[in-house]
Nanobody, 124 residues
Framework: QVQLVESGGGSVQTGGSLRLSCATS????????MGWFRQAPGKEREAVAG????????FYADSVKGRFTISRDNAKNTLYLQMNSLKPEDTAIYYC?????????????????WGQGTQVTVSS
C-alpha cells in the first residue's frame, strides 16, 4: 500500500495562496491516479482535483477551476496542490489520496490510500 503524508496547510486571508504537498512512500509505483479531496465541518468529503499519473491528465471541480493547480514531482514522489485566490468557502481539511487502478477521479471510493489531512482556513 502507499503511505501519504500531507503538509502545507495553514491560515490565510481571502485572496491568499497556499501550496499543499503530499509525500508518498511505499508501493508508489502502484499509483495509477491521485487526487485531492476536502471536507468542511458538517459537510461531505468532496473532490477538488485529480491527476492520472500516466500522461499527467488533470481534472478539477468547477468550484476551484482556474484557481487551483494539481501537479506531481515524480523524482520526489510528491503530489502538490497550488491554491490561489483562496476564498472562505475553501476552508476545510484537505486530504490526498492514491488509487491503484483507474476509476472516476471525483469518487472517493476509487481511492484505496489516504493521508491524514491538513487544515486550510481562509478568513474574510
Amino acid at each position: 500500500q502507499v503511505q501519504l503524508v500531507e503538509s502545507g496547510g495553514g491560515s490565510v486571508q481571502t485572496g491568499g495562496s497556499l501550496r499543499l504537498s503530499c509525500a508518498t512512500s511505499g508501493y508508489t509505483y502502484r499509483s495509477y491516479q491521485m487526487g485531492w479531496f476536502r471536507q468542511a465541518p458538517g459537510k461531505e468529503r468532496e473532490a477538488v482535483a485529480g491527476i492520472y499519473i500516466l500522461g499527467d491528465i488533470a481534472f478539477y471541480a468547477d468550484s476551484v477551476k482556474g484557481r487551483f493547480t494539481i501537479s506531481r514531482d515524480n523524482a520526489k514522489n510528491t503530489l502538490y496542490l497550488q491554491m490561489n485566490s483562496l476564498k472562505p468557502e475553501d476552508t476545510a481539511i484537505y486530504y490526498c489520496a492514491s488509487a491503484e487502478r483507474a476509476g472516476p477521479w471525483a469518487s472517493a471510493g476509487a481511492y484505496n490510500s489516504w493521508g491524514q489531512g491538513t487544515q486550510v482556513t481562509v478568513s474574510s
